[in-house]
């Protein structure tokens, strides 16, 4: 059993950062490919960032030169730094893990495909 906390949401003004934490549990974190997904209401959850176990990025084109996703396999958690904040950003972050063996490039930005997930934290930005 894997669980995630996420850490770091808020409010924030247009053009201003936020840096999201995401720590797991377990012992070989350093196996699970991790990613962040957001939804705001009334709005399906959205892909944002995805990190293999090996440090291969994905971002979604929405966010790429504004956020990035990073981990720490020593302190079991993943990151996702976002600058440039526009109130369309505005969403409860979720951090998932996937902990299966190996994951499929095309499976990196589904939701479906991830076994753990977050509870979420709030990011909220102001215009």
């Known amino acids: 059993q894997v669980q995630l906390v996420e850490s770091g949401g808020g409010l924030v003004q247009a053009g201003g950062s936020l840096r999201l934490s995401c720590a797991a549990s377990?012992?070989?974190?350093?196996?699970?490919?991790m990613g962040w997904f957001r939804q705001a209401p009334g709005k399906e959850r959205e892909f944002v960032a995805a990190i293999s176990r090996g440090g291969v990025t994905y971002h979604a084109d929405s966010v790429k030169g504004r956020f990035t996703i990073s981990r720490d396999n020593a302190k079991n958690t993943v990151y996702l730094q976002m600058n440039i904040l526009k109130p369309e950003d505005t969403a409860v972050y979720y951090c998932a893990a996937y902990s299966g063996s190996y994951m499929y490039t095309s499976s990196y930005t589904k939701s479906y495909a991830y076994d753990y997930w977050g509870r979420g934290t709030q990011v909220t930005v102001s215009s």
């Open positions: 377990g012992r070989t974190f350093s196996s699970y490919a």
